[in-house]
């Protein structure tokens, strides 16, 4: 994770900067939201979206794809803006596709508005490229474990030697407003018992809650 700290190009900075600058306006704009978790985590974000997520823009609902879960869902913009950012196309709820980018700019700028495709926090079936609702804490890294142990079965299921069809993997970004809930250890110990090495979980230790400092 130490890597993630390095910015190594002019051009990393500034796609880290637009979604900082993204997320900043849009909640100005809407004069609701969370502004500094998607500030803060837009480096680790950055990085996992451009170098190690499996992905296709065109093709949000590929069987195979990587799963990223935003647990701290308030922080609902920093998903907002990868989505604009990487292009990622939009298809309606028969997964059909729509021809258009799942999150445009005139969808950022209605942020948290009636009807956006920017909501609060993500929904799934509503946004193209959400792969779970979440915003009660805790949720998205309960789901990322179902949703893990869905790949090891269908993977068991369906895969041949030579012909790996599922092996996809499933990052869960998650506070300390997560690890508050009961659910969140009880998934993390659901995960431990059945080693699923395919799971990922990046922390937000950023030594605060909504309540004040975790010290």
Known sequence: MSSMNRITDARD????????????????????GHPG???ALAPVAYWLWN?????????????????????VGHASMLLYALLHLSGVQAVNRQDERLGHPAVTLDDIKRFRQIDSQCPGHPEYRWTSGVETTTGPLGQGVATSVGMAIAQR???AYF??????????????????????????????SLAGHLKLSNLCWIYDNNHITIEGHTD
């Open 153 to 155: 079965w269908i993977a």
């Open 159 to 188: 895969n041949r030697p030579g012909f790996e069809l599922f092996a996809y993997h499933v990052y869960a970004l998650y506070g300390d407003g997560c690890m508050m809930e009961g659910v969140s250890g009880e998934a993390a």
């Open 37 to 39: 978790t998607p500030m």
């Open 13 to 32: 900075q500034l796609c880290i900067d637009t979604i900082r600058t993204l997320a900043m306006d849009a909640v100005q704009a809407a004069n609701s």
């Open 51 to 71: 170098r190690y997520l499996r992905f296709d823009p065109n093709d949000p609902i590929w069987p195979n794809r990587d799963r990223f879960v935003l647990s």
